[in-house]
């Protein structure tokens, strides 16, 4: 019985960390079953092998490691999506935390259950997805797509509000072409990170009004480091010793009077 995972001994007590844990530990359901049932033909003592029955995991332990890990999910992958080189802007994050809102809110059982017992769906689910594609071409997906699937949304549904009547008639083109353009759009492209940027720069020319509300507030930067900094303990102690308040650090920050 041959697997290429393993299961961390060192799990830090972060959300991700645990979810690393538990999805290594489904993984190897079957050979942590085969442990416990073989366990009297182990070469161990009759205290070891009764201290090991102890642990033994029951059917509602699964379900519950199971549940976590379909709860966990989403903060994974939100946590990758947006971790890099460089700064997460406002449009990725905003997007994240939306879409992670929305699933903690909602309820539903379906999406619990088949994650509890997955495996005759998702090859049923798999084999009516790969049907449906116009070119029979495996394509792994991106965590962009596993992040909209752990969340449980397949498409985005743009709808515009009847309401806002004193809109000028710019803006209300603007967003009908828009309505069509993006629903073109996610037919034609794998969805990324970087399918906001490659979208705003193919229609800026049709959308100039609101492709410059897309420079504004899409490319804000979401956070004051850079994604890396965000989650490195390094950076952290030196942000927090370059606050310190020193001699060195003070005749940096000292103006003079008359020059103020």
């Not at 989403?74 to 905003?94: C, Q, R, V, W």
């Not at 930067?221 to 850079?226: D, E, K, M, R």
Request: aromatic share 8%; hydrophobic share 40%.
């Amino acid at each position: 019985m041959k697997t290429n995972k393993n299961v961390n001994n060192d799990c830090p007590t972060r959300r991700n960390s645990t979810f690393v844990l538990i999805d290594a530990i489904i993984d190897l359901k079957h050979v942590i079953i085969k442990l416990f049932t073989e366990k009297w033909s182990l070469n161990l003592r009759k205290d070891q092998v009764i201290k090991l029955a102890k642990l033994e995991l029951t059917i509602e332990n699964w379900d519950l490691l199971s549940v976590l890990r379909f709860v966990l999910k989403p903060f994974y992958l939100a946590t990758k999506m947006m971790s890099g080189k460089e700064y997460a802007t406002i449009g990725l994050s905003y997007y994240a935390i939306n879409e992670i809102k929305c699933f903690c809110a909602k309820d539903d059982k379906c999406s619990e259950q088949n994650d509890v017992h997955p495996l005759e769906s998702s090859s049923n689910d798999n084999s009516t997805s790969s049907s449906t594609l116009s070119a029979q071409i495996e394509v792994k997906p991106s965590v962009f797509d596993e992040f909209i699937a752990a969340c449980g949304q397949e498409e985005i549904i743009l709808t515009s509000n009847n309401k806002e009547k004193s809109k000028r008639i710019s803006i209300n083109e603007e967003l009908k072409y828009f309505k069509l353009a993006v629903q073109q759009f996610n037919a034609a492209v794998q969805p990324s990170t970087q399918s906001a940027k490659i979208f705003w720069k193919a229609h800026k020319d049709r959308l100039p009004l609101l492709t410059h509300l897309a420079k504004i507030h899409l490319s804000a930067c979401a956070t004051s480091v850079p994604s890396e900094s965000a989650f490195s303990q390094s950076a952290f102690i030196g942000r927090k010793e370059r606050s310190r308040i020193t001699g060195e650090n003070l005749a940096y920050s000292v103006f003079l009077k008359d020059k103020l």
